[in-house]
């Protein structure tokens, strides 16, 4: 399978040349309370994946995903899990009536599903791993002040230089988090680079900067403690070359060999998201259909801005699966 760069020409595999169907998964920030409720009601695969997990991880995730409390969800110890499950879930009921070529990408956390889904990765080897990830990213946003900002209206270039100048200028860290589609990307860092970076974003034009509810600063330098103990979880993590392209966060390229991968992990928690480039790489492969597998409808957002002539799906809630089927 073939690998390059992010700037280097695109590599087509032979057998995806007939319009792959483009599989997405979401990431932290589509959960919801009621998640896969609905799924987990109706098909027995989904019953039996959140028995597993509620036993894997010793409690009940299934009643937090369908009852909350909200603010427990949306701890990111939690979150990273729950999102996790319910997308595999809802995998595991469109799975076994697929025939078709498909790639596969998830955004940050949404990777770990792609790869479960790719046969790359188990299902339990993976929620272990998530939960490991939401603790450590946990541990690291309490050690060290930080956040993020969404900043609309501004080209990717103009921002970097914007965060460079914010470095300089405070001498902290803040950088490009999630290059998630043209005039829409997420910066992340300290609390006075962070905020230097978003004054000067307002001064330079942007049409919006909101500053993110949370309290952790994402695909950044700051997440290093987390990474460095991370990386011990995912050596120990048993993965598999995938069987279809796994498209990377950090290179914006497929993920071809169990190594790839474990370094992808590792490296995804202080690098930024390459979301744009990921859909144009699949895109150029002949994806003409992409398919959001999770809560919400995020990703699906973010792929019409990039390229509104793609068709777009999603799979998250009963009613979904059977018009999947139907379409």
């Given amino acids: 399978m073939g690998t390059g760069s992010p700037g280097s020409p695109i590599v087509y ?13 979401p990431g932290q920030g ?10 987990y009601e109706a098909y027995p695969v989904v019953r039996e994946l959140f028995d597993e997990a509620d ?29 996790f499950v319910a997308s595999v879930a809802l995998w595991r009921v469109i799975e076994p009536r697929l025939s078709a070529a498909a790639l596969f990408a998830g955004h940050s956390l949404g990777e770990y599903s792609a790869l479960v889904a790719a046969g790359a990765l188990d299902f339990a080897a993976g929620l272990r791993l998530v939960r490991e990830r939401g603790r450590l990213m ?99 993590t048993p993965f598999r070359a995938p069987r279809a ?14 190594g790839e991968i474990m370094d992808e992990l590792v490296q995804q928690l202080t690098a930024p998201v390459r979301w744009t480039e990921s859909v144009q790489w699949m895109i150029g492969q002949g994806a003409d ?26 799979v998250g809630s009963v009613a979904d699966t059977r018009a999947f089927w139907e379409a």
């Fill in 13 to 25: 595999y032979p057998v995806l040349l007939m319009s792959p169907l483009a599989f997405i998964f």
């Fill in 30 to 39: 589509s959960q919801r309370v009621g998640m896969a409720r609905d799924a």
């Fill in 55 to 83: 036993a894997l991880l010793g409690f009940p995730l299934s009643g937090l995903c369908f009852a909350g409390p909200e603010e427990v969800l949306n701890d990111t110890i939690n979150t990273q899990p729950a999102i």
């Fill in 138 to 236: 946990k541990t690291a946003g309490e050690q060290g002040q930080g956040g993020m900002a969404a900043v609309l209206g501004l080209d990717e270039r103009a921002l970097d230089g914007i965060c460079e100048q914010a470095r300089a200028a405070t001498g902290g860290v803040v950088q490009a988090a999630n290059y998630n589609a043209p005039g829409q990307v997420v910066i992340s860092g300290d609390e006075l680079a962070l905020a230097e970076a978003m004054e000067r974003a307002k001064a330079a034009g942007a049409r919006k900067v909101v500053r993110l509810a949370v309290s952790i600063a994402a695909h950044s330098p700051l997440m290093a403690s987390a990474a460095a103990a991370f990386r011990q979880a995912v050596e120990a």
């Fill in 245 to 258: 392209p796994v498209v990377g966060n950090v290179t914006a390229r497929p993920l071809t060999s169990v």
């Fill in 289 to 314: 259909t992409f398919v959001e597998v999770g809560p919400g409808q995020v990703l699906t957002g973010l792929v019409k801005r990039i390229d509104h002539s793609v068709q777009r799906l999603n």
